[in-house]
């Protein structure tokens, strides 16, 4: 404080960044809360169609033609494990993130909600999680209809039930990550 009694000239600008910064940072670790948040969920429905398939199950459809092999379930396995990986992935690149920012803020004992991070890694970060978990949301989709073609029929025998839940999961899933990739790319560039 000058003797005057007032602040120095720059007190009210270093002020309103270091508002500005610590808002940025909570944004930041609130965002990679969600990712992680939400790969767990999608983690737990990893291991639940797993546990839905077992070796030489009838479908619900009554012709045995119908059954699905156990290329299906091979593929479906397959699956699981890349969709699991990835959400692995995402995950711990977003814990990462969070434990630098909060490391960085508990350094700084002033200031302890504001942290000096390099803000491309911060982004090429966040960038590698959200792709990690739109990629383990495609193999989860693909493990899904596996699981519906295990249960409700082989698509390929036209089975109208397989065919409407995968309809529905296609077209709901592709939009959600479309919203998902597109809010991620303005947010990436902006």
């Given at each position: 404080?000058?003797?005057s009694?007032?602040?120095p000239k ?19 670790v609130?965002a ?13 429905a ?9 070796p030489?199950?009838?479908?619900l459809e ?13 593929k ?7 969709s ?24 700084d ?7 000096h991070?390099?803000l491309?890694?911060?982004r ?6 959200a792709v990690g ?11 899904i ?7 409700l ?16 999961l ?17 947010a990436f560039?902006?």
């Amino acid at each position: 404080m000058a003797e005057s009694g007032e602040y120095p000239k720059d007190y009210y600008t270093r002020r309103s960044s270091s508002s500005s910064s610590s808002s940025t940072t909570s944004i930041h670790v609130t965002a990679l809360d969600g990712i992680v948040n939400v790969n767990s969920l999608f983690t737990i429905a990893v291991f639940v169609g797993l546990s839905l398939t077992t070796p030489g199950q009838h479908s619900l459809e009554n012709p045995n033609a119908c059954d699905a092999g156990t290329d299906v379930a091979k593929k479906l396995l397959v699956f699981e494990v890349v969709s699991f990986s990835f959400f692995l992935f995402s995950s711990l690149v977003a814990q990462g993130l969070k434990l630098a920012i909060n490391l960085l803020n508990s350094k700084d004992v002033d200031e302890a909600f504001r942290a000096h991070i390099n803000l491309k890694v911060l982004r090429w970060g966040m960038m590698g999680s959200a792709v990690g978990s739109v990629m383990g949301c495609l193999f989860l989709m693909l493990s899904i209809i596996d699981v519906i073609q295990i249960r409700l029929g082989m698509l390929s025998c036209g089975s109208k039930s397989a065919v409407h839940a995968v309809t529905a999961l296609v077209v709901l899933v592709s939009s959600a990550l479309l919203v998902y990739i597109s809010t991620a790319i303005y947010a990436f560039w902006r």
